[in-house]
Each structure stands twice: as C-alpha cells, then as structure tokens.
C-alpha cells in the first residue's frame, strides 16, 4: 500500500498517478488505431484531454454529491482536495468531454466507439492499479482463500483479509483490452464497442458480489445495476447488428 509519494515538499496521490497513466496509455492505444484507420495520430491528444477533463471535473462532482453532509462545510477546499474521485462521475463526465470534440472534429458516429473501445479497457485495467496502491476502499469482502490481502495503511484501512478486488479487476479488463485490440478489424462499425458494453457489464456485475457497497435494489448494488444495463444493452446491440447484415466486417482487415 502506498497512498502517497512523498517527494521533497510534494506530495503525490499513487491513484491520481495511474488515473494519468492510465489516459497516456489509452491515448497511445488510440493514437495507433488513428493512424491505421487513416486520421491524424494527433486527434489522440486532443481526444484524451477533453476525456481527461471532463473526466475529472465528473469524477469530482460525483464524490461532491455522494458526500455532501461532509463537505459542504469546506466546499471550496473540498473542490481542490487532492483526493475524492468516482468512477462513475469520472465515466459520465470523460463521456461528454469525448463527444464535445468528436462533435467538433466530424467524427461523432460508430468508428468513435469503436475507437475507444481498447482504449476504455486498458485505461480502466490501469485505473484499478491506483486503487489497490492507494487502499481506497474498493478491495471485496471478508476471505479465507490464500491471496486475500489487508489494506492496513490504505486511505480506508483494514486489518482483515479481504478480496484484492482491483487486483482481479486489472487482470480482467487487461485481458478484455487485448481482446479488443485483436478483434478491432473483424466487425462492422460499432459492433466492437458492442462487444466492450458486454464484458465491462458482465465483469462489473460479477465483481460486486464480493464488494462491500450496500445494495439499493432488487439485491444489487448501484454498480451491478449500470452494469446490467450495459451488457444488455451490449447484447441487444449485438443481435440487432447480426439481423441486420451480420456482425462481420465488410472490407478485408486494415491491420495484422
């Protein structure tokens, strides 16, 4: 566990540190795919700091929300806290940032999602390293199985063995991002974002059964039931395509 880095008279957040990582490489993995679809490698700065931005202000408006009885005394300090970041704001807020400039540049349509795909995959996989280095409280339940961890210097510290949940959720939606990445030429446009909406449904869902968040209804937590949306929305998405002309991409592969 290591919250902080503590660097002569600065002081550094280990999540905020691979929340940045985690847009370089995402950026790069869009780069890469610009360029192969033929558009400017260069968009890709512009792409992810607008994701960026609207990323943050999102995130720390979700946390404002979320935790208004115990910030509305010091608003303005708890704006510019170095810490309190939701996933979901961040998501909501990156999403718009995203659409704003595709908007500008022409390229708001399917070949965006698809785009981002990997992209979302990685940058997530990469986000819950900052999560298990920070302790922020998004590690599972109790466990006895032999690679339960505690977090007793984490931001939410605990002396019991729980479920390294970030841990499992690198190891899942890195593998989704490869997955991506290989099968970004085989399908018609929007079908690989299509297939993101499944896994990253599917994946979130499953992990909350061994979370701490309380549930909300129907026994699921908030988290499960965007996720249940999303995959199925993935999935109606998916067999409206294969009734419509096939998931499979019209043209020979651009890429190896």
């Known amino acids: 566990m290591q919250p902080e880095l503590h660097i002569g008279p600065l002081t550094l957040q280990t999540f905020g540190i691979c929340f940045a990582v985690a847009f370089l490489f995402a950026g790069g993995l869009v780069a890469r795919r610009l360029k192969e679809i033929g558009e400017s490698p260069d968009w890709s700065y512009e792409l992810i700091f607008c994701a960026l931005v ?30 309190g970041l939701v996933w979901l704001g961040g998501l909501i807020g990156g999403t718009l940032g995203v659409v704003l400039w595709a908007r500008w540049r022409g390229f708001l ?39 339960g961890m505690s977090y007793p210097k984490g931001t939410v510290p605990t002396t019991d063995k729980v479920h390294p949940t970030p841990v499992y959720e690198t190891l899942a939606m890195g593998l989704a991002a490869l997955l991506l990445w290989h099968l970004r030429d085989r399908f018609r446009p929007g079908v690989l974002f299509a297939i993101y909406l499944v896994i990253a449904g599917i994946e979130r869902l499953l992990i909350e059964f061994i979370r701490r968040n309380d549930t909300v209804a129907l026994g699921l937590t908030l988290p499960q039931l965007i996720s249940v949306g999303m995959a199925i929305a993935g999935g109606v998405w998916l067999e409206r395509a294969r009734r419509s002309g096939g998931l499979a991409a019209r043209t020979a592969p651009q890429s190896a």
């Open 54 to 83: 609207g990323g943050l202000v999102g995130a720390r408006v979700d946390f404002l929300v979320q935790n208004w009885s115990d910030v509305h005394d010091d608003l303005l300090g708890s704006i510019f806290s170095g810490s």
């Open 109 to 147: 349509g399917l070949r965006l999602l698809d785009l981002c795909a990997p992209g979302l995959a990685l940058g997530y996989a990469i986000g819950r390293v900052g999560c298990q280095l920070s302790g922020d409280g998004d590690y599972g339940q109790k466990t006895d199985l032999p690679w």
